[in-house]
Nanobody, 122 residues
Framework: QVQLVESGGGLVQAGGSLRLSCAAS????????MGWFRQAPGKEREFVAA????????YYADSVKGRFTISRDNAKNTAYLQMNSLKPEDTAVYYC???????????????WGQGTQVTVSS
């Protein structure tokens, strides 16, 4: 059974930083691309960042480019999202997802974590 478990969310002031982790189990982590998405209340889930299985390719939403960094450690079966210069509009539940394609489309990912809340105060 595939499981993705996010951690690292919390409350932070604007301008601060958080590092999210996504621990994977149940299948060979290094074979799959990983993505981070977020969903704010009343809004659709949106793409944040994605990384290829090898870590050689990364993609970012324009809204987070230059502030967020996605990475992975295949030896630890974990993906990360380093978030710097946080803004109140970054407030959302953040989800990690696993799939076969590095894509911005949620439907392309076949496994999802339960989400972790990130709240940025102004």
């Amino acid at each position: 059974q595939v499981q993705l478990v996010e951690s690292g969310g919390g409350l932070v002031q604007a301008g601060g930083s958080l590092r999210l982790s996504c621990a994977a189990s149940g299948r060979t982590f290094s074979r799959y691309d990983m993505g981070w998405f977020r969903q704010a209340p009343g809004k659709e889930r949106e793409f944040v960042a994605a990384i290829s299985w090898s870590g050689g390719s990364t993609y970012y939403a324009d809204s987070v480019k230059g502030r967020f960094t996605i990475s992975r450690d295949n030896a630890k079966n974990t993906a990360y999202l380093q978030m710097n210069s946080l803004k109140p509009e970054d407030t959302a539940v953040y989800y990690c997802a696993s799939g076969f394609v590095t894509t911005t489309t949620p439907a392309s990912y076949d496994y999802w974590g339960q989400g972790t809340q990130v709240t940025v105060s102004s």
